[in-house]
């Protein structure tokens, strides 16, 4: 037989054959020799029924009409013949034949005449193109429709345009050529070198795209020349380089650029994460190099006649923002040992004489890990289970550093250990902690550690810009944590906590889902231990600042703050009982009962509210009792300072005690007890101490009085803003402002005297409009910071108006039509306030996709995404399901929302918006927003293959997170092994080793 049967190999074909179907006149030739004639590619003209259905070929038409006539009609009478009788063509092919042979369709089996018109489907090519932008549909359809809300949906912008047209390529040339013109004539002009580089994107020449970018970046380079350390055309130049060229290319650019103007913050970062952001290079002492370099080249400073025009950069502020991402990513990367003993020296190179011997690991705080191990390890549990467990066990209790070396007795429980990385030596460490140069700067410093330790203290927009400003870079943090600063510092007190009370749960679930050892989350085995540790080193920093009163009582009130979380995650977990509250309770008194806190009355007010949240929620049931507020512990303590400092003095002029006649207010009014508060109230408007006997109930003309007094101390009070200055300290950002205790004392007041009187709302807006206008809050922090918290102020007055009043008419300027607009417009100037962030996460009478647009319009990062999620599930909590059918369809339905929402930011989604596309920049590189994605498929009916392609694009984005990859190993337990041998490549820290595991389990 020939290697090529199609070509005959020199053999007659057989009986029945395909090859019987060639006319006789046209017989293929049996010789080899003739082996360029191949039969396949001659065309046959096969006698068939179906060839009469085929239209004649246009040269074989004669030329008489008759004949046309004639051939028509039999033409007819076939197809007729055909639709009367189907049936198939004989097989023209046997077993004899060697290859396949290719042969046409039956074409009589495409008309099925068995079915009636209303059973046929329909088909309609346009719905498979329902998002294609250049389709064109025939007429006005449901489709389009549907296509244009759902893209104004979430970002309001035009549908993209269609091709250019030639005039329009021409007018963009010639504007090309003026702006080129513009650059060189005025090249100290911005505008013209961004116009510039938009035309030049625009490629209205149709070069080659490294062409192109090669002129970009050429462009963007002389910019930077006019404009050095220019924010947008520096993040510009990263951006393109990032796209254009290879991570090794890419690096040695920002390294070229580094050494002309070694103070740019962008560079740094980009630089770092061409190597922590790429698969192929990310290895953490590789990361860790460059950290070392650019924070030891920061704390140089000016050294060569080259940097000398850079000395009014501040490398104090570039160093902490680089000592922050480098502690991050050792938190991300496992090496928490390594974070604390880098947190440890910092603070002794900056505090001289303060020890820090609370960041040292301690036997007795690690002794009930063994028993945990071992019932682990005996529990017969699958391998890649066991790893996991003791790895987050270990990875709880051992995140400490072993203490320095020495001869003392307490280094002696320590050795023998396995655990040889928890030894944290000077090379280890000191590249990564140095002194500042300027002392202002060391508060910042520690409230960047208190930080990390995920304690949430960034309530504020303003504040978090002031302590972490770039967000987009490194995808902020994996500190799920971090949502809990509504709770750690709550709004108001006059709004009651049970109005988010269908939001907290959801909260509650997702931080114990997406929470990571060691956290403070009372879920976890030894959260108590790390609850020890942050609370010793917050008291570590306020005793830093022993010589500074108002930078120590910062620190005090944050652990206070931290005592007061810790209850109230106790409470919504359920596992406050009475033994931890009274252990609390008397690590709060025996902290203020101390000499330096005693006499500080904002202490005693954050203890009232302490003890405010350990109450039980069943003690405010009763309203009769008149008495009731005396009997409260937390009353008590007003009551009891009140009386001391009316006896001191008769006049109230210390922020702290309006501060705490501003919060009793609250508390009384959320114990519904109107009268009280309102004198409350009159008493702080017009600085005179209350009456603690007095039981009779304020006439409207002492209220009318009493709310012009305080319009009077608050007019005083803006006087007084303008010989301030613009840049706040950030310890003002956690002491009380006698300024906003004013407008919310005259808020709450004017609501509670009638909720229709409308000048002291009226005075808010135009105090939103001048004084606290959007151009003065753009020019001043101060006034900035001020007009996010006077939003919050109209926020808690519109809450209290419907809460008491109800729904009432639009013209009263409290409806919940203004409260939404309030929020939409509080969210936009202000993305990272947690309180705008919540209060939009509980509204449940808008849309859908409105509450989803805002919040992926809000340029939040991963605070945005992680209150949608909980809105979803907070949706659904209230529809309650009798049966599990019921309880399975609603869980299926909130995963498929979710899924839906982590899918449209993904770059495989064709109808991606700008928006979309925006925030998956800050996204990708935040583990979190992978971990969801993954713990929603896992959830699903979705594939393992599936599964494992979003694992392979998280790591892709993030391959330094240990936590993705745990997260992984979870959702895909073959992968195991692959995750691991990943950490190890990677140097990620392991605490467990699989190999220690499977002999302690043999044993």
Same mark, same amino acid.
């Given at each position: 037989m020939s290697l090529f049967p199609a070509y005959g190999d020199g053999q007659p074909p057989a009986a029945g054959s395909a090859k019987e179907t060639a006319k006789p006149e046209e017989e293929a030739p049996a010789k080899s020799a003739n082996w360029k004639n191949n039969e396949s590619y001659v065309q046959k003209h096969i006698e068939d029924v179906d060839m009469a259905t085929q239209e004649a070929q246009p040269g074989s038409s004669s030329s008489s009409e008759d004949s046309e006539e004639e051939a028509d009609k039999d033409r007819k009478e076939d197809v007729t013949k055909t639709k009367e009788m189907p049936r198939g063509k004989p097989l023209e092919f046997d077993a004899s034949d060697e290859f396949y042979v290719d042969k046409k369709s039956n074409s009589a089996y495409r008309n099925i005449s068995t079915l009636t018109k209303p059973t046929r489907p329909r088909y309609k090519t346009r719905m498979a193109r329902l998002r294609d932008g250049n389709h064109k549909h025939r007429g006005f359809s449901r489709a389009d429709s549907k296509l244009t809300l759902k893209n104004s949906r979430y970002v309001r912008k035009q549908l993209p345009a269609e091709a250019l047209s030639e005039e329009e390529v021409s007018r963009l040339r010639e504007q090309l050529t003026r702006s080129k013109v513009l650059v060189q004539r005025e090249p100290e002009v911005l505008d013209h070198w961004l116009e510039l580089h938009r035309l030049l994107n625009l490629n209205l020449d149709k070069a080659n795209r490294l062409a192109v970018a090669e002129h970009q970046l050429h462009t963007l380079e002389t910019a930077l020349e006019h404009h050095p350390s220019n924010q947008q055309i520096l993040r510009l130049y990263t951006d393109v380089a990032n796209a254009t060229y290879q991570a090794s290319e890419v690096a040695a650019r920002f390294e070229k650029m580094l050494k002309r103007n070694p103070f740019e913050y962008i560079l740094w970062?980009?630089?770092?994460?061409?190597?922590?952001?790429?698969?192929?290079?990310?290895?953490?002492?590789? #990361?860790?190099?460059?950290?070392? /370099?650019?924070?030891?080249?920061?704390?140089?400073?000016?050294?060569?006649?080259?940097?000398?025009?850079?000395?009014?950069?501040?490398?104090?502020?570039?160093?902490?923002?680089?000592?922050?991402?480098?502690?991050?990513?050792?938190?991300?990367?496992?090496?928490?040992?390594?974070?604390?003993?880098?947190?440890?020296?910092?603070?002794?190179?900056?505090?001289?004489?303060?020890?820090?011997?609370?960041?040292?690991?301690?036997?007795?705080?690690?002794? $009930?890990?063994?028993?945990?191990?071992?019932?682990?390890?005996?529990?017969g549990m699958p391998m890649p289970e066991i790893w996991t467990r003791v790895e987050k066990l270990r990875q709880a209790y051992c995140y400490l550093p072993y203490p320095i070396l020495t001869e003392s007795d307490s280094t002696e429980d320590f050795k023998g250990e396995l655990d040889t990385e928890r030894y944290m030596f000077s090379d280890d460490i000191v590249p990564y902690a140095h002194a500042l140069k300027s002392p202002n700067n060391r508060l910042h410093l520690l409230l960047v550690v208190v930080q990390l330790t995920k304690m949430p203290l960034i309530r504020s927009s303003c504040l978090a810009d002031k302590l972490n400003p770039c967000i987009d870079e490194f995808g902020e943090t994996e500190a799920i944590e971090l949502l809990f600063a509504v709770l750690a510092d709550r709004h108001s007190y006059a709004v009651p906590a049970s109005n988010y009370a269908d939001c907290n749960a959801p909260m509650i679930n997702l931080a114990k889902d997406m929470s990571v050892t060691p956290s403070f989350m009372p879920h976890f085995v030894g959260h108590d231990v790390y609850a020890d540790t942050v609370s010793k080193l917050i008291l570590k920093c306020s005793e830093a600042f022993s010589g500074e009163e108002t930078k120590r009582r910062v620190f005090v009130i944050l652990w206070l703050r931290f005592q007061r979380l810790l209850i109230v995650l106790h409470k919504l977990m359920g596992k406050l009982t009475t033994s931890y509250?009274?252990?609390?309770?008397?690590?709060?008194?025996?902290?203020?009962?101390?000499?330096?806190?005693?006499?500080?009355?904002?202490? /005693?007010?954050?203890?009232?509210?302490?003890?405010?949240?350990?109450?039980?929620?069943?003690?405010?049931?009763?309203?009769?009792?008149?008495?009731?507020?005396?009997?409260?512990?937390?009353?008590?303590?007003?009551?009891?300072?009140?009386?001391?400092?009316?006896?001191?003095?008769?006049?109230?002029?210390? $922020?702290?005690?309006?501060?705490? /006649?501003?919060?009793?207010?609250?508390?009384?009014?959320?114990? =519904? =007890?109107?009268?009280?508060?309102?004198?409350? +109230?009159?008493?702080?408007?017009?600085?005179?101490? #209350?009456?603690?006997?007095?039981?009779?109930?304020?006439?409207?003309?002492?209220?009318?009085?009493?709310?012009?007094?305080?319009?009077?101390?608050?007019?005083?009070?803006?006087?007084?803003?303008?010989?301030? $200055?613009?840049?706040?300290?950030?310890?003002? /950002?956690?002491?009380?402002?006698?300024?906003?205790?004013?407008?919310?004392?005259?808020?709450?007041?004017?609501?509670? %005297?009638d909720p229709r009187n409308l000048e002291v709302k009226k005075f808010l807006n135009d105090l939103q409009q001048r004084e606290l206008g959007p151009e003065a809050a753009e020019a001043c922090e101060r006034r900035r910071f001020l007009r996010e918290q006077v939003m919050e102020i109209q926020l808690l007055q519109l809450q209290l108006s419907i809460s008491l009043s109800g729904d009432v008419d639009i013209y009263c300027g409290f409806s919940e039509s203004k409260l939404e607009e309030l929020l939409e417009r509080g969210l936009d100037e202000f993305?990272?306030?947690?309180?705008?962030?919540?209060?939009?996460?509980?509204?449940?009478?808008?849309?859908?996709?409105?509450?989803?647009?805002?919040?992926?319009?809000?340029?939040?990062?991963?605070?945005?995404?992680?209150?949608? #999620?909980?809105?979803?599930?907070? =949706?659904?909590?209230?529809?309650?399901g009798n049966d599990a059918f019921s309880k399975d369809a609603i869980r299926v339905?909130?995963?498929?929302? +979710?899924?839906?929402?982590?899918?449209? %930011?993904?770059?495989?989604?064709?109808?991606?918006?700008?928006?979309?596309?925006?925030?998956?920049?800050?996204?990708?590189?935040?583990?979190?927003?992978?971990?969801?994605?993954?713990?929603?498929?896992?959830?699903?009916?979705?594939?393992?293959?599936?599964?494992?392609?979003?694992?392979?694009?998280?790591?892709?984005?993030? $391959?330094?997170?240990?936590?993705?990859?745990?997260?992984?190993?979870?959702? +895909?337990?073959?992968?195991?092994?692959?995750?691991?041998? +990943?950490?190890?490549?990677?140097?990620?820290?392991?605490?467990?080793?699989?190999?220690?595991?499977?002999?302690?389990?043999?044993?």
């Open positions: 970062t980009n630089l770092i994460m061409v190597t922590q952001g790429n698969m192929a290079r990310c290895r953490v002492p590789a #990361v860790l190099r460059i950290y070392a /370099y650019s924070m030891r080249r920061m704390h140089v400073g000016h050294t060569d006649e080259i940097t000398r025009r850079f000395e009014t950069t501040e490398t104090d502020v570039i160093m902490l923002k680089l000592f922050h991402n480098c502690l991050l990513f050792l938190r991300q990367s496992g090496n928490i040992n390594r974070m604390f003993s880098v947190i440890r020296l910092s603070m002794e190179l900056n505090f001289p004489g303060l020890t820090m011997d609370c960041l040292e690991a301690s036997a007795a705080n690690e002794a $009930p890990l063994i028993e945990f191990e071992e019932m682990v390890l005996s529990s509250l009274k252990d609390t309770r008397k690590r709060i008194r025996d902290q203020i009962s101390l000499e330096e806190n005693r006499d500080v009355v904002r202490f /005693y007010t954050e203890l009232a509210l302490c003890e405010f949240e350990g109450q039980d929620d069943n003690d405010n049931d009763n309203d009769n009792d008149k008495d009731k507020d005396k009997d409260s512990r937390f009353f008590s303590i007003f009551w009891k300072i009140i009386s001391e400092k009316s006896a001191e003095s008769g006049c109230i002029s210390c $922020p702290d005690i309006m501060h705490l /006649y501003l919060v009793c207010a609250e508390l009384l009014i959320q114990n =519904r =007890r109107k009268e009280r508060a309102i004198e409350v +109230l009159i008493s702080l408007c017009v600085e005179t101490h #209350v009456t603690l006997d007095e039981t009779s109930i304020s006439s409207k003309q002492v209220i009318v009085e009493s709310i012009t007094s305080g319009m009077k101390l608050v007019a005083a009070e803006l006087k007084a803003l303008n010989t301030q $200055p613009a840049e706040m300290a950030l310890e003002e /950002y956690f002491m009380p402002n006698k300024l906003l205790i004013l407008l919310r004392a005259l808020s709450l007041l004017d609501t509670l %005297y993305p990272r306030n947690m309180v705008f962030l919540q209060h939009w996460t509980s509204l449940k009478t808008i849309l859908w996709h409105k509450q989803r647009g805002r919040f992926i319009r809000t340029k939040a990062g991963i605070a945005s995404l992680a209150h949608l #999620v909980i809105a979803a599930h907070s =949706r659904f909590q209230s529809i309650e339905a909130v995963r498929n929302r +979710l899924i839906n929402l982590f899918q449209a %930011y993904l770059p495989t989604n064709s109808s991606r918006s700008e928006t979309e596309e925006e925030q998956y920049r800050v996204l990708r590189r935040n583990s979190i927003y992978w971990r969801l994605y993954m713990t929603c498929l896992s959830d699903t009916n979705a594939t393992f293959q599936r599964s494992r392609d979003v694992l392979l694009m998280a790591i892709d984005e993030c $391959p330094w997170d240990k936590a993705l990859l745990m997260e992984g190993g979870k959702v +895909l337990p073959n992968e195991m092994a692959f995750l691991q041998d +990943l950490m190890t490549e990677k140097e990620i820290r392991i605490f467990a080793v699989p190999e220690e595991l499977n002999i302690l389990r043999a044993q």
